[in-house]
């Protein structure tokens, strides 16, 4: 409630300020992947970095500024993932806005009051995804779905792995 009607934040780690703006300008271009987790929660794949771009199983990012051989992680929020259905081991084609699909099956899926949370296991290293869509949607459990990443919501940062 407060952050909506501040006109900046500061986030603030281990005693110094890592980040100050208003709370629509943190969120939208957070200066690391601990502030882009301050507002929400996140996904990362991570990936290594040729010829400025970066080759996940969700097609490639651009990661300018980046030497060839350093390892980034590509951050983006639940909301910013698209879900499609399964057409017989296929998903939706390739596209420019969202890359390649990749296909994960539902772990669980959540009704959270105007939007439902699903969580992916997926299937390119078993690790946990979460997406989030407006209203009730309530897969089960082991269905196959594919995922796609919005590229302009997504941020790219080194990884501290």
Not at 19 to 37: H, W
Not at 47 to 55: D, E, N
Not at 131 to 152: I, N, Q, S, Y
């Amino acid at each position: 409630e407060a952050m909506r009607m501040a006109d900046q934040i500061a986030l603030m780690r281990g005693g110094r300020i890592v980040q100050v703006g208003a709370p629509y300008n943190v969120y939208n271009a957070p200066c690391d992947r601990a502030a882009a987790a301050f507002f929400s929660d996140i996904n990362v794949v991570t990936g290594t970095v040729r010829g400025a771009l970066t080759t996940t199983p969700f097609g490639e990012f651009l990661a300018p500024g980046y030497p060839d051989g350093s390892v980034v992680d590509i951050v983006f929020r639940p909301q910013h993932v698209k879900i499609d259905f399964d057409r017989g081991g296929r998903g939706p084609n390739p596209t420019p806005l969202d890359g390649v699909p990749a296909r994960g099956l539902v772990r669980r899926a959540r009704f959270m009051g105007h939007e439902s949370l699903v969580e992916f296991s997926m299937d390119f290293d078993d690790s946990i995804l979460r997406a989030t869509v407006p209203g009730v949607f309530l897969p089960k459990p082991g269905k196959p779905l594919w995922l796609t990443v919005r590229r302009d919501r997504c941020f790219v940062f080194p990884n501290r792995d």
